[in-house]
T-cell receptor, first 110, second 115 residues
Framework: EDKVVQSPLSLVVHEGDTVTLNCSYEVTNFRSLLWYKQEKKAPTFLFML????IEKKSGRLSSILDKKELFSILNITATQTGDSAVYLC??????????FGKGTKLTVNP | EAGVAQSPRYKIIEKRQSVAFWCNPISGHATLYWYQQILGQGPKLLIQFQNNGVVDDSQLPKDRFSAERLKGVDSTLKIQPAKLEDSAVYLCASSLEGGWNSPLHFGNGTRLTVT
C-alpha cells in the first residue's frame, strides 16, 4: 500500500526564519510527488516533482525530490505570517491514485 | 478561470440522516475526485471519475456512500445513513486529464458535522 509520512507534524517559527518540511514515501511505480498549501479552505497546488523535474522553485519556496532515498523537502525562506498553513505532500504511483500525508502545520509568528 | 465549485459549505445533521454534496469541476476537466479529510489528517480518496465512468472507488464505503457524475460534468456525493465518524470535510477536485502529469485543483470543501 502506498504511504506518505510528513515531518514534523507541526512547526512554530518567527517571521524571517527559514523552514524545511520533510516528506518520505513508499509507492509502487512512482510517477510524481506534489506539494499543496492548505489554509482554511481548499488545498492549493504548489509544486509537482517527477523523474524529469526533481527541483522546483517559486519565489521563496523551493522543493527537491530524491528518488533514490524516497523523500522530498519543501523549503521556505524568509517566512511571512501569510505562510502559516498546513502543507500537504502527496504521491502518485502506478495506480494513479494520489495518496496524501497528514500534513505539516506551519505557524509563523510576527 | 473559475475554480471548482462545491455546495453547501457547511452541513450539520444527526446520525442516521442522509446528506448530499454537489460539485461542479473546472470547465473542460475530464477527471473528478471526491476526497474525505478528517480533522488532522490528509485527504483520503473516496472515488475518482473519468468523464462519467468510475476509475477508482476502492475506498468508498459502498454500504452508505454513493456518488454519481451524470453527463460527465457535475457530481453528487451522498451519505445514507450518516454515522458520527463521517464528520469531516468533503473535498471535490478536478484535473485536466487525470494522469500523472495533471495536478488536482480542489474546491473549498463541504464541512459535515454529524451529531
Amino acid at each position: 500500500e502506498d504511504k506518505v509520512v510528513q515531518s514534523p507534524l507541526s512547526l512554530v517559527v518567527h517571521e524571517g526564519d527559514t523552514v524545511t518540511l520533510n516528506c518520505s514515501y513508499e509507492v509502487t511505480n512512482f510517477r510524481s510527488l506534489l506539494w499543496y498549501k492548505q489554509e482554511k479552505k481548499a488545498p492549493t497546488f504548489l509544486f509537482m516533482l517527477t523523474s524529469s523535474g526533481i527541483e522546483k522553485k517559486s519565489g521563496r519556496l523551493s522543493s527537491i525530490l530524491d528518488k533514490k532515498e524516497l523523500f522530498s523537502i519543501l523549503n521556505i525562506t524568509a517566512t511571512q505570517t501569510g505562510d502559516s498553513a498546513v502543507y500537504l505532500c502527496a504521491v502518485q504511483g502506478g495506480s494513479e491514485k494520489l495518496v496524501f500525508g497528514k500534513g505539516t502545520k506551519l505557524t509563523v509568528n510576527p | 478561470e473559475a475554480g471548482v465549485a462545491q455546495s453547501p459549505r457547511y452541513k450539520i445533521i444527526e446520525k442516521r440522516q442522509s446528506v448530499a454534496f454537489w460539485c461542479n469541476p473546472i470547465s473542460g476537466h475530464a477527471t473528478l475526485y471526491w476526497y474525505q479529510q478528517i480533522l488532522g489528517q490528509g485527504p483520503k480518496l473516496l472515488i475518482q471519475f473519468q468523464n462519467n465512468g468510475v476509475v477508482d472507488d476502492s475506498q468508498l464505503p459502498k454500504d452508505r456512500f454513493s456518488a454519481e457524475r451524470l453527463k460527465g460534468v457535475d457530481s453528487t456525493l451522498k451519505i445514507q445513513p450518516a454515522k458520527l465518524e463521517d464528520s469531516a470535510v468533503y473535498l471535490c477536485a478536478s484535473s485536466l486529464e487525470g494522469g500523472w502529469n495533471s495536478p488536482l485543483h480542489f474546491g473549498n470543501g463541504t464541512r459535515l458535522t454529524v451529531t
